[in-house]
């Protein structure tokens, strides 16, 4: 593979800089954050307008027909600039989830709507016994609805529709479906609004493949790492500004060993984060065969790397990384989110010892 961006991938980054700068300051993000939603239609607009909603989909279904790479590339800079509202749970997640595992005319009715920006969704997975493990969750589906209830469901109040993940099932659930309530919860991150979602025989439509949700969970996983990393060069890039402005014992603070080391290990971390998640996507999108091997190292490495740089962060600003009015707090709440979301290090590092094993042939005995 090819370890450089191409030309077009390198501008298609570069503008995606510049949109999320010029449409989404933290002035704009921290007023999102403070609704309900922290969605903004017309921003929501401008993105579709720019192709970001269906980046990675094929044209057939009126997407830009580009791959997970390019989807990794808009999700850095989303995380760079803290971008609040649906477009992760939308394109990323359930996106990404509707490309593995519904039927053509299902991607017709669901992910195209995605792709034009005329609709949105998200998908719910986590319980309350059984985490976020879809092999033992317990919402019951028959003659076509839906039991239970569902936890953390990000942006599921501006969504158009739900996706469901049973146990041996995906659902598709449509905004205002009777029998269905989403009740706000309070969120670690104050950008990305979670929610819980109750069914009561809900009507719901299965999707055509849901063999394949790993694969789609796993297309998620490698997008949001890309998030993660993108927040952490923000983090990075305002820890070191500070460092070279700040001002102790008559020195600039950038100048002592100490911090030196500090900015040298956030470098690392993000850098080592980066390759992570791009070869994570890039493994996915050639259908390499150590492409759930490779998801896994990337979101393992990115959970422990963006809580490691948000503390190195706050501790290079000090106080000041603690006040309110320091944009700092709200990347830390957002990487303390995303370190648990689709799996925390733990849980990656198990799932990557079972597929070293089971990838490993047992000698029998004597041999």
Same mark, same amino acid.
């Given at each position: ?147 239970? =209830? ?118 690392? =971390? ?98």
């Amino acid at each position: 593979m090819d370890f450089g961006l191409s030309d077009s991938q390198q501008s298609l980054k570069d503008n995606a800089r510049k949109f999320f700068s010029m449409h989404c300051p933290m002035a704009e993000v921290r007023r999102l954050a403070e609704t309900d939603s922290a969605h903004d239609e017309a921003l929501w607009k401008k993105m579709a307008e720019q192709g970001y909603t269906g980046i990675c989909f094929s044209e057939e279904h009126d997407g830009a027909g580009l791959g997970l790479v390019e989807l990794a590339l808009i999700l850095e800079e989303a995380g760079r600039a803290l971008l609040p509202g649906p477009f992760f749970s939308s394109v990323a997640l359930a996106g990404a989830l509707l490309e593995a595992t519904a039927s053509e005319e299902q991607k017709k009715k669901y992910l195209a709507p995605i792709c034009r920006g005329e609709a949105r969704s998200t998908v719910a997975v986590y319980e309350a016994e059984s985490g976020w493990n879809t092999a033992e969750a317990r919402i019951a589906a028959g003659n076509g609805r839906l039991s239970g =209830e569902k936890l953390f469901v990000p942006d599921a109040a501006v969504a158009s529709t739900i996706l469901v993940a049973g146990r041996d099932s995906v659902y598709v659930v449509e905004a205002g479906a009777p029998g269905m309530s989403i009740t706000p919860l309070r969120a670690m991150d104050l950008t990305r609004k979670v929610y819980a979602v109750t069914f009561a025989s809900t009507p719901a439509e299965k999707l055509a493949r849901p063999e394949n949700l790993e694969r789609g969970l796993d297309c998620a996983t490698a997008a949001l790492t890309a998030e993660m990393t993108g927040g952490m060069q923000r983090t990075l890039e305002s820890a070191v500004q500070y460092a070279k402005t700040r001002k102790q014992f008559g020195k600039i603070i950038g100048s002592f060993q100490a911090v030196q080391n500090l900015c040298a290990d956030m470098l690392l =971390e993000t850098e080592s984060s980066r390759s992570a998640a791009y070869y994570a996507a890039w493994a996915l999108q050639e259908n390499a065969a150590d492409a759930a091997a490779a998801v896994s190292i990337a979101k393992l490495y990115a959970s422990d790397a963006c809580r490691t740089v948000g503390n190195r962060g706050i501790q290079i600003h000090g106080g000041m990384g603690f006040t309110w009015e320091n944009d700092l707090h709200l990347y830390y709440r957002r990487a303390k989110a995303s370190e648990t979301t689709l799996g925390d290090a733990s849980w990656h590092r198990e799932r990557l010892a079972r597929l070293v094993v089971d990838t490993v042939a047992v000698p029998r005995a004597g041999v």
